[in-house]
């Protein structure tokens, strides 16, 4: 039997039966290959014979994702919205602006009591000055009087102890750094007028103070190697225990150099004058910066 005679006699209606032997060789491998084509090409055809009977009534109803509908927002809403952000920002505004004034206010509290020791120290230094410019005062005013008089050379034992004695310049430590860091920190507009205007009058009593007393100074400075050409007092230099110092009679002095000596105690006299008025206005002032700075904490 051909090859042909032998595919037509094979079952077509897909029912197994016995299928003879395939011979070896390329040629029985191709006749399987066939045969499994058309089995499966008979499958196919049932499988589409079949789904084709599904309506559409049996597939579930999926459900269809959209994407959502947001409402339009009305003026009302963003206009509260904004209400909200300004309030919130503004409110944050002026409490930051309210902690800033409370820890000023502390800081200013803070430097007022450094102020109130600073004034305590100072009183003390205002007293000592008062009790020496005191004590100064008739000296050099004796000093004037003897050269006026033309006495210098009648006891040169006093006349050197009492010129000696106004030879030494005494400047008070007066204290202002509280002061400066009171003012450089800005804490001056948290304090009254009144108290403001206080530490604003002390300030200058100190500034005149001491600007009154460099201008003494440097004509004193100036006029020193003229008085030490008229007078001498080296021996007074020699400082060995159980020394008298002795100082050299004056010369005949002419009335331009007595005028010259006169006038450079009259310095020494006025100066401590001054500085003695000085001083009590300071006193004055002061007592009345602790009063009002005790009264303000």
């Known amino acids: 039997m051909s090859k042909e005679e032998k595919i037509e006699s094979s079952p077509r209606d897909g029912k197994t039966g016995s ?14 290959f066939q045969s499994v084509n058309r089995e499966t090409s008979i499958v196919n055809e049932e499988a589409i014979h079949h789904t084709s009977d599904i309506t559409t009534s049996d597939i579930p109803n999926m459900e269809v994702h959209h994407h959502p509908h947001v409402e339009k927002k009305r003026f009302k809403e963003y206009f509260l919205e904004f209400l909200m952000i300004f309030l919130a920002v503004t409110l944050g505004f002026f409490a930051e602006n309210i902690r800033e004034h409370f820890a000023e206010k502390k800081t200013t509290r803070e430097y007022l009591e450094s102020l109130e020791t ?6 003390t230094v205002f007293h000592a000055a008062d009790s020496l410019y005191e004590t100064r005062l008739p000296i050099e005013d004796s000093i004037v009087k003897i050269f006026k008089e033309k006495k210098e050379n009648t006891n040169l034992l006093v006349t050197a102890r009492l010129i000696m004695t106004s030879r030494i310049q005494y400047v008070p430590p ?3 750094s509280a002061y400066n860091q009171l003012i450089n920190s800005g804490g001056l507009k948290y304090l009254g007028h009144d108290l403001r205007d206080s ?26 190697p003229g008085i030490t050409g008229i007078e001498d007092l080296s021996d007074y230099i020699n400082q060995e225990e159980g020394h008298t110092p002795v100082m050299s009679p004056y010369p005949e002095l002419t009335e ?19 500085n003695m ?3 009590e206005g300071l006193m004055n002032v002061q007592m009345t910066l602790l009063k009002m700075i005790q009264k303000y904490m």
Do not use: C
């Open 174 to 176: 007066i204290e202002i």
């Open 118 to 123: 600073e004034l305590i120290h100072n009183e």
């Open 277 to 279: 008025r000085n001083i």
């Open 19 to 32: 299928r003879p032997d395939l011979p070896a060789g390329p040629e029985g491998v191709n006749d399987e």
């Open 256 to 274: 331009n150099e007595r005028r010259e000596i006169t006038n450079y105690y009259t310095y020494h006299f006025v100066r401590t004058q001054g």
């Open 199 to 224: 530490l604003s009058k002390y300030e200058s009593l100190i500034e005149g103070f001491k600007s009154y007393n460099t201008i003494v100074n440097n004509y004193m400075l100036m006029a020193f």
